[in-house]
């Protein structure tokens, strides 16, 4: 295997192992199922995907389409789900669990670990006044940290980041490069990926004599622990109260996020979506990608946002909307069906939406 | 009251003050009307929301949806408007004034001003050949000026802003973190948010023989006096003439302005909006978040398009228009409804279907 | 003419020439039509449009809408494409091509051609260890090169650039300001505008007891010839595979495209359209502004989607979709037509609709 192959390119992703079978079942919290001319005592070197998979790889399994593959492939061991524990191939080790894409990622972990922080402050970087960082925290070239700034152990601010006065940064975050984040109060093992934008003044300003006046932006950004914000993404500072991210969400690329926003425990808001200022998420609510969300709305907890959906109003805990204006999915595809039916025949389509305009 | 409370948290924002009632009448050009309770000659240290503000604080009221906070709050004072006149808490006194919002940022501007530029060119700065830079300007960590820059009194560079050559940037401009400006003039009193980029190749391009090859964007992009871009947004500069933002207009974070628009004064773009290449907008038109708009079209005077909207073709001065293509708001919420009402009936659709078709 | 008029303000373009009209001529591959009373001999200074063209100027028509303007011109030279041949006028000389755009394309980069690489690394970028930078490379201020990172001749990196460990770029490429690029393998000619982030980890992640597990992204983003990427987009790196784009494709700006997306030869991105992970494109195909397609679906070669399409199955090759869900150019508009039929009558809105429905 060279070591520029997929995945885990040696250029660019550590490696560790090898591994035995017992020792990734235990990262799976798996049951090894071996298969009846599955050799014994392999070292495992590597994840890679059924096709491409040798008997030192382990691959996965979790979507029923991808079946066929599982008779052809070579790999030494395979993830798979209870479901599929009957068809393991003869020569190889099965991993089974209840969730195979978390043991999966599990197992990946294993091989290609995150990069832990390089202790040590590049003497490029510029660090103001009155600042705690902890001894263990890495921070890179051209790193801009203001006064007062506080840095919890294990973080790793990358180069290029621009950290204002006075913001907070819990233990083990990966701070990207070219981050602006001020006026941010930041917890534990958050991710901020490359050109996120952090704390910067809401939309927010009055119509005086002679055009638009700014309206002071007073608050700020809180985002809780296990948070994950995307690239170039935008959230913008509270106006008088805080724009939150809850706890153990994850923010896509390029979404925007207004002042005030409040989000729940584990949201998800997937690329290039936009939730207004004052917005309010409850927890587990999902934003699909290119959705939109009017300001001053309460979105109930686990409800989901269909992709390019427009939110105009609340939406109930639980509720399934797409469209725009969002309506529920049943209906919206109703509407597609019934509009489609009506504007079918080519050839005559005056005369049909006469009749069908009565 | 903490040094770290909401809004105003001292570790992020400057407080000035205290102020007596009749300086705080003054900044929002208010008559001061007393409750019967009120005591004389307080001296206000803040500004907070109805249900947080002491009595030391001003408060605000614009929306008559929070009236019922009024007859609780504690604070000292509240901005409000003629309408609220009669419903002064007893304890407190009222500013009362045509335009409470307006009024509101004012007085919120006199306890939270903008931190003004700190003059200075930081050493890490690289500052190119026969710029002209005023003596109160300050050019923050890592900056790069190109050759030829001029930069005028008052204004602000951070950390990380780079600044092509020849660009012109006026008086007390706020140009953010990692801003790149290039082929830009840039007028007075402009703010660009962190990450804004403006004055790259437009997207334009001519089919070869071996594929696509660039037009050369031989135009620059101006921005007027007033104008604020917001966080990541991208203006693309001219191709044979200049992109153009109107004075005072208000451009939110992620919007895409293409090559040879044309925006008027006061305009507004909501957070996600495109406008694209050589489209002209007059003077005050509204774009709601995420809204597109395409080429080489014309957009009336104070016209204002809903959020999402997709616009193929002119748009009349003072229309309201939503819906992808751009219809009037009655005939979308009208379309919203008959459709609506023709796919209701979800034991029969497709009975229904066929009878609506004729 | 002053320096700063436009197209090529001095302060912003370098500017070659004088040429004579065999010159231009042989740049765009154009037969030399001289008007009656064209002057011989001029030597051309500049491109202008037809309406500021002075005699040293070389103009352009392309679209008959603009014809009128060829009558008034005062254009030395015109580029034109046959159909207007008899329209020159007759102090001008005539351009007369096949694909005018291209051929202005290349009169105008003649004037005013890319500026080449200024060979040599800045004092302040920081470059890691085991790298190969050709001699003649560019690399500015502030650029933070990784390890064993390779960059081919006549390469240019701007300020602030942040070049991942590993990554490879070929020949002649632009790395514009602010762009962070890791786990990426980049080929010749490619141009990353401002901001653009490159192979950061794509959105996945798994359902843990305690939240969401990142899922590790052990793939890299692929970056063929003749490739450009916009301002502040986002490129996410294949998870087990590669993200691929295909040579001479162009991504406007703020455009996402998730992990394991593949795009084929000279597709079309335009400004904040999203592709979801693992959908494929074929060959030259058009996504329009704002438009987003779904995940793990196929797009024929030379499909076209439209502005703010909704793609959310596969789209055949050469089909042209629109509308959200998409679907085809004609039954949208058919569709638009009837529900606005339908719903016209503004005085009797909901009789109507009952009498539609049946």
Redesign the interface.
């Known amino acids: 295997m060279s070591d520029h192959s ?4 040696a ?3 550590t490696r560790m192992g090898p591994f035995p079978a017992s020792r990734l079942a235990e990262a799976a919290d798996a049951e090894i199922v071996a298969g009846s001319a599955a050799p014994v005592d392999v070292l495992f070197r590597g ?3 059924l096709q491409s998979a040798t008997a030192q790889d382990i691959s996965f399994l979790d979507n029923r389409r991808y079946l066929p593959l599982l008779g052809e492939t070579r790999a030494g061991a395979v993830v798979l789900g209870q479901a599929f524990r009957d068809q393991i191939p003869p020569h190889a080790i099965g991993l089974v669990c209840k ?1 195979p ?2 043991a ?3 197992v ?2 294993l ?2 670990p995150v990069t832990p922080a390089r202790p040590g402050i ?1 003497p ?1 970087a ?1 660090v103001g006044a009155d600042v705690s960082i902890a001894p263990d925290v890495e921070v ?3 790193a ?1 940290i203001g006064d ?1 700034v506080v840095i919890g152990a294990g973080t790793a601010i ?3 980041a ?1 950290i ?3 913001v907070r940064i819990g233990e083990r975050c990966r701070i ?3 981050v ?1 984040a ?2 941010a109060l930041i917890g534990h093992r958050v991710t901020l ?3 996120a ?1 952090i704390g ?2 809401g ?1 927010g ?4 004599p002679a ?6 932006q ?3 950004v809180v985002i809780e622990d ?1 948070v ?1 914000i ?3 993404a ?1 959230i ?1 500072r ?5 724009t939150v991210i809850g ?2 969400s ?1 923010i ?3 979404v ?1 996020i ?1 002042h005030n926003a409040q989000l729940g ?2 949201c ?1 808001v ?3 979506a ?1 939730i ?1 200022g004052s917005t309010e998420l409850g927890d587990y609510v999902t934003i699909a ?2 959705a ?1 969300l ?1 300001g001053h709305i309460k979105i109930g907890d686990k409800a989901r946002i269909g ?2 959906c ?1 939110v105009m109003s609340d939406v109930e805990a639980g509720a399934d909307v797409i469209g ?2 969002a ?1 529920p999915f ?2 919206f595809f ?11 025949r ?1 050839d005559k ?2 005369s ?7």
């Open positions: 997929l995945p885990g390119d250029r660019f992703f994840v890679a995907p969730s894409y978390l999966w990622a599990r990946a972990s091989f290609h590049h490029s510029v890179g070239p051209f801009v007062r990358s180069a290029h621009v204002g006065d006075g990207g490069a070219h602006a001020s006026h990926y490359s050109g934008r910067q003044d939309f300003f009055a119509v005086g055009g638009f006046e700014s309206v002071p007073l608050g700020r296990d994950e995307g690239a170039n935008t913008d509270g106006s008088m109260r805080d706890a153990g994850r896509d690329n390029l925007q207004g425990r584990c998800i997937v690329s290039q936009g207004s990608a290119q939109g009017i992709a390019q427009g725009s204006p309506m049943r209906e109703r509407n597609v069906a019934v509009l489609r039916k009506l504007a079918r080519p389509p005056s049909e939406a006469d009749k069908a305009a009565g």
